[in-house]
């Protein structure tokens, strides 16, 4: 099947079109790439059978109506023809534009099959869609992290010389191993994104409460880079997709470290449950995690963008005594039906004790209280 898809490329290539268009695809960015799978490779020879199919009728089409514009024109005495039905010409414009569709439907039909079958996978990975970010759990390991956009933001501000990778840098990309077929689970927690990989041939919706399948096998090791397709919200543009390919060996190796991690963490957790931070190591953390992850939406001087996001500075929620369990919360699991979302898988309840902190003595709040994880913790456990 997947050699019908290209037939007319191998015919091509007898007269160099194929290498000439190979080219061009790597070195422009007007043509699609041929990726870095299989199948993205059937999807660019697919585009390109379909391509030069259009070409040849366009030439054919084009060149007897041009010939016969000018060979059988009035100036040199063309006398129209005069007919009302020829059964052959209306069986031929019947019959051959059916067996021109007939030829590009079944190597499409092919591909698409082979594009949404996900079954037999080596690895499974849930990929979750949040504004503004990504959320990857490897089914088969416990590991699962959150992969948040790296770009300084001196260099979308335009106070830095923006780098190679604009906008398309993260901190902790998907990693995969190579010749193993990956499958994802892509779904959302707020809103519709779309997670798309150009090198993978691979883009499937992110809604909220469905779960899409996808599925790649990367062929060969390297950093690969993609983005949010889908508009879903004042920061679509910075929600970038890197996936770091690696030998199954090293895969093995980085799976075996992040559960080590994922392990210490938990001990660590347990450990500061067990002792309290003074108010110098909660604002110094809080004011780090607040910078990271809420400066976005609520600015450097806490007081929001109006009607859009809301202040902090001077809130009843950051200075009353008796709002602190509900500060706790909203940060915990979120506020539904607005963009403050869940920050209890993001945050160690550590950071959540050190940036409520913070909010509640940063631009003149100063109420003095302090939150410690072990608060936090009888939030999350609903104690």
Known sequence: MKRISF???????????????????????????????????????????????????????????FYSMIRHRKSKGAKPAHFHENVKVEIAWTVVPFLILIGMAWPAATTLIEMEDAS???????????QWK??????DN???????????????????????????????????????????????????????????????????????????????????????????????????????????????????????????????????????MSMEELMTQGQQVYNRVCLACHQGNGEGLPGVFPALKGSAMAIESDQ???????????????SMQSFSKQLTMSEIAAVVTFERNAWGNNTGEMVQAKDVNAIMNGK
């Open 324 to 338: 602190i369990t509900a500060h706790i919360d909203i940060v915990v699991n979120g506020k539904a039906g607005t």
């Open 120 to 130: 037999k996978a080596d690895i499974t990975v849930l990929v979750t869609g949040s």
């Open 142 to 276: 416990d590991v699962e992290y959150f992969s948040v956009l790296a770009t300084q933001q001196e260099q979308i501000k335009n106070r830095f010389v923006k780098g190679e990778n604009y906008l398309l840098e993260v901190d902790r990309p998907l990693v995969i191993p190579t010749g193993k077929k990956v499958r994802f689970l892509i779904t959302s927690d707020d809103v519709i994104h779309s997670w798309w990989v150009p090198d993978f041939a691979v883009k499937k919706d992110a809604n909220p409460g469905f779960i899409n399948e996808a599925w790649t096998n990367v062929n060969e090791p390297g950093v690969y880079r993609g983005q949010c397709a889908e508009l879903c919200g004042k920061d679509h543009g910075f929600m970038p997709v890197v996936v770091i390919a690696k030998e199954p060996a090293e895969y093995e190796a980085w799976i075996i470290e992040q559960q080590a991690i994922a392990q210490r963490a938990k001990a660590e957790e347990q450990r500061l449950l067990a002792m309290n």
């Open 134 to 139: 990504w959320h990857y759990k490897y089914m």
């Open 7 to 65: 037939l007319l490329g191998t015919l091509l290539s007898s007269t160099g079109f194929s290498v000439l268009a190979q080219t061009a695809a790597e070195r422009s960015d007007l043509n699609m790439r041929p990726g870095v799978t299989d199948i993205s490779n059937q999807v660019y020879g697919l585009h390109m059978l379909m391509f030069w199919i259009c070409v040849v009728i366009a030439v054919l089409v084009f060149g007897v109506m």
